[in-house]
């Protein structure tokens, strides 16, 4: 009789072989055990006689024993039936519910259920730190329990359901393994229009990379076999020497590394990855150059190698590119016959209702597959990669290889072939649907369609098959007409200005424009780089960095607004910058996208365009506006794609170059900036505090402009409050505080000097009578006898003897340039008030301590008083 194993989940079963199997429940793991068909209710969670109190680890180590003839603990269990104890897995032995000094079974699974389903018990257990000190508890705010799909909570089961399979007897399990197998074989085939293919399912705790690489691996496994046969079986890598070294060819499009994996596993030292083909965007992702790929064919055939298998790609990661697989299907005809096998997004097309009927002739050639197929169709993780391949002589699967179709079985039968169809169907017409909406801006440029709109609409008419990966970004106007000067695609020009040292003579600049061809030769390079027109080489590097920045700042409000559409910014290279990426195909089924979130995309693209078109414009102007405040500065800034940084320059500093300012003026006019910021973020967030690289130094930022004609009251509005600043009490109490520091400076210098001069005259001049007589008959130096004063010049904060003060006073007293600038009668009026506040201190372009009285505008100190 068979074993009827039930982990309640609903009211639905299935039955495998005659087997019963009811699926566990994601938030309840309390199981019933079998007693004849009849099942006793487990004990009360709460009926833990005192050990509430306890934490759950404390629990699971410190259950107290329960009398085992409790009614509320006791189970008793009988064989299923008569002979049952015949056989492996064939019945369920006769156990007590509790064992003497452990914890009860049911109370184990509520305790480990706990634990699963909430995270309340951290806190309790991390609560004290090893002193015994307690700690804060870790926020709850963001905690979310993990909720399980009907589908979910029956394929976390699976690997439990697979391991009680393997307890069963040998003819048993081996029947149920085959008619998973066969099962989902049968309808594998059918959604992918293959014919009688295999099914190898790759580990579902792998990686998504890892697991597409095991497919691989397997393929490569399979075309082992069959180039070489029984001797690969008996004789290992000795049939390598024998028949000659197996040669692996991998596309460009691959982004897996593959070399180590295939020497790890198979001791395969030929993996070569084929040369590209000239295309816009073969410097990102390249395509196999079929041409290239027969002479390096030919090539390893004339040295007595055996070409073993070529890995092509179909749906490329980044831009949905494919290997023209027919031409390695002729290849191989003509020359070797080679294992071909095929990767990526786009075999997707095969599940369509009604797909290229060219694409299936192709693909139907192919000798193996490996596809996501619970990516497209959004189940949980936990079900694995599946590899489609046609049958091989002396291979049949194994039993484990069958049992692990498992999952895959469970989520056929769930969706069935048209469900799983229609998710798939979801997900290219949402492309389509993001396709045409982005065509009609002109301001967007999407990677790899020369003309978006014509391009979307034979897409809609059937002509084209939509991409399964759309990247756009924004197109810069400014780096648009770096195009005029020849070149045709000026961030291509960025980067043969900043990264070559020689341009080559035959070198052709690749564009994704697609406008008329133009060689970059070394004679034009010169012309270009001598004309006058040209853009210089770091406008042009800062233009290419601008455009950068505006993709970034446009992908990330884009993506936070828009998460459902699992928008992803990518950075392409040092060409092409950031562009934004969308694939429906990875996350449609699982978020469940719809027409709507699309529509919801595209109005506030429409809007964040218009913010960056007004931001552009503006840009334009910022310099001649700026020009028109002499407090303002323009300053460089990286990374930024508001307007631009100016800098407040304080009148104290004004008269000396930015690039001159030591380290104590630059941090003088960064804590101006620096006030000036958060005065402003009170009116307007847009602004901020950043850091010219340049000059060190903190200034200014705009943020982008929603009307570019609101810039010229801005930077009005920087300018009058940085006034406001520089006049206020809270900076002329840092001014202070500044002079402060420096007679506390000079005075201690005078002091250091004075006891220095003290210890060289010795203590015999210093008595009155004494001294007169030691100095008569002794002399010192006028140098020991005079000590200078110090000088404290407001400008650069820096403390200098007075002797260089009068020394050069005389000779630059004709070219002294007033540090205060040309103020109107009601500032100055304005700024005496105000000084009055520093408590008397008179400003002046210096403040010197000297020890002589002869001092204006100096503050003394007399070296005697020190």
Not at 164 to 183: D, E, M, P, T
Not at 716 to 721: K, P, Q
């Amino acid at each position: 009789m068979s074993q009827r194993l039930e982990l309640w989940h609903s009211e639905e079963a299935v039955d495998i072989c005659g087997t019963s199997i009811t699926f566990i429940s994601g938030r309840n793991l309390n199981t019933r055990h079998i007693s004849n068909g009849d099942f006793t209710k487990l004990p009360s969670y709460d009926d833990n006689n005192g050990l509430i109190g306890l934490s759950v680890l404390e629990r699971l180590a410190n259950v107290p024993v329960k009398n085992v003839n409790s009614k509320k603990t006791t189970r008793k269990l009988s064989s299923s039936s008569s002979g049952s104890g015949s056989g492996t897995g064939s019945g369920c032995s006769n156990s007590n519910s509790s064992s003497v000094g452990g914890a009860e079974v049911n109370k184990i699974l509520k305790d480990l259920e706990h634990l699963i389903t909430t995270d309340d018990w951290i806190d309790k257990e991390i609560g004290n730190d090893d002193n015994g000190q307690s700690q804060s508890p870790v926020p709850n705010s963001d905690r979310k329990n993990l909720c399980l799909s009907d589908l979910g909570c029956a394929l976390v089961s699976c690997s439990a359901v697979k391991n009680y399979i393997k307890l069963l007897r040998s003819h048993h399990k081996q029947c149920i393994a085959s008619l998973l197998y066969g099962n989902t074989t049968k309808m594998l085939n059918t959604l992918f229009r293959t014919a009688n293919y295999g099914i190898y399912c790759s580990e579902f705790d792998l990686t998504s990379s890892d697991s597409i690489k095991a497919g691989i691996g397997y393929a490569v496994r399979l075309a082992l076999l069959d180039r070489y046969g029984l001797s690969y079986i008996s004789k290992g890598w000795h049939a390598f020497i024998e028949m000659g070294a197996p040669v692996v060819y991998v596309s460009p499009a691959l982004n897996i590394d593959l070399v180590s994996y295939l020497t790890k596993e198979f001791m395969i030292g030929d993996v070569i990855v084929l040369k590209k083909s000239d295309g816009n965007l073969a410097n990102i992702e390249g395509r196999i150059d079929h041409a290239a790929f027969q002479k390096q064919l030919d090539s390893d055939i004339a040295a007595g190698k055996k070409p073993l298998i070529v890995i092509g790609v179909v749906g490329s990661p980044i831009f949905g590119q494919n290997d023209i697989i027919s031409r390695l299907l002729e290849i191989r005809k003509s020359s070797d016959n080679y294992w071909v096998h095929v990767v990526g997004q786009g075999l997707s097309a095969l599940c369509l209702k009604e797909p290229s009927k060219l694409l299936v002739n192709v693909l139907s050639q192919v000798d193996s597959l490996t596809v996501s197929l619970s990516l497209w169709i959004g189940t949980p993780p936990v079900v694995p990669v599946i590899t489609l391949y046609r049958s091989v002589e002396n291979h049949k699967p194994s039993f484990h290889q069958k049992l692990d179709t498992l999952p895959w079985w469970i989520t056929c039968q769930y969706f069935t072939i048209s469900k799983m169809t229609k998710r798939i169907e979801n997900a290219y017409f949402l492309s389509k649907v993001m396709l045409r909406s982005l065509s009609a801006f002109p301001q967007i440029e999407i990677f790899g369609v020369e003309d978006p709109a014509e391009f979307a609409n034979r897409v809609y008419k059937g002509v084209y098959a939509p991409l399964t990966v759309l990247v756009f970004k924004y197109k810069y106007p400014e780096l648009e007409e770096a195009i005029k000067v020849g070149f045709r695609d000026a961030q291509q020009y960025c980067f043969h200005l900043f990264k070559t040292s020689a341009i080559a003579a035959d070198q052709k600049v690749s564009s994704h424009t697609m406008l008329d061809s133009h060689d970059l030769t070394a004679d034009n390079a010169d012309i270009l780089m001598n004309d006058s027109s040209t853009v210089s080489k770091d406008d042009l590097h800062s233009v290419a960095e601008y455009a950068d920045s505006l993709n970034y700042w446009f992908g990330q409000g884009l993506i936070s607004d828009n998460q459902e559409l699992g928008l992803q910014i990518i950075s392409l290279d040092d060409v092409h910058g950031s562009a934004l990426r969308f694939c429906p195909l990875e996350l449609a089924a699982a978020h469940y996208i719809y027409t709507d979130h699309i529509q919801k995309f595209i109005k506030q693209l429409s809007e964040a365009l218009t913010i960056i078109d007004s931001t552009v414009a503006a840009k334009k102007s910022f310099a001649a506006i700026v020009a028109k405040y002499p407090s303002l500065t323009l300053v460089p800034v990286r990374k930024w794609a508001g307007v631009g940084a100016v800098c407040y320059v304080p009148s104290i500093v004004k008269e000396t170059p930015m690039n001159d300012w030591n380290e104590k003026q630059r941090q003088q006019v960064s804590y101006l900036n620096l006030e000036l910021v958060r005065s402003l973020r009170l009116v307007d967030n847009a602004f901020s505090a950043g850091e010219s690289a340049v000059h060190h130094i903190s200034c200014v930022k705009f943020g982008m402009l929603s009307d570019d004609k609101d810039l010229a009251d801005l930077v009005f509005l920087v300018s009058e409050r940085g006034e406001e600043i520089e006049h206020s009490q809270q900076y002329m109490d840092s001014l202070a505080e500044m002079i402060r520091e420096g007679i506390e400076t000079a005075s201690e210098d005078l002091r250091r000097e004075n006891d220095a001069r003290l210890l060289q005259e010795g203590v015999i001049r210093q008595i009155p009578l004494m001294s007169s007589l030691v100095n008569w008959l002794s002399p010192m130096g006028k140098g020991v006898q005079n000590i200078k004063g110090r000088s404290f010049d407001l400008k650069t904060g820096q403390i200098q003897s007075t002797e260089v003060y009068y020394k050069n006073r005389l000779m630059n007293q004709t070219s002294v340039t007033s540090q205060e600038p040309h103020h109107t009668a009601s500032k100055i009026s304005k700024e005496s008030e105000v000084m009055e506040n520093v408590n008397g201190l008179q400003k002046s372009e210096t403040l010197t301590v000297d020890s002589m009285e002869n001092s204006e505008k100096k503050i003394k100190v007399d070296s005697t008083t020190q």
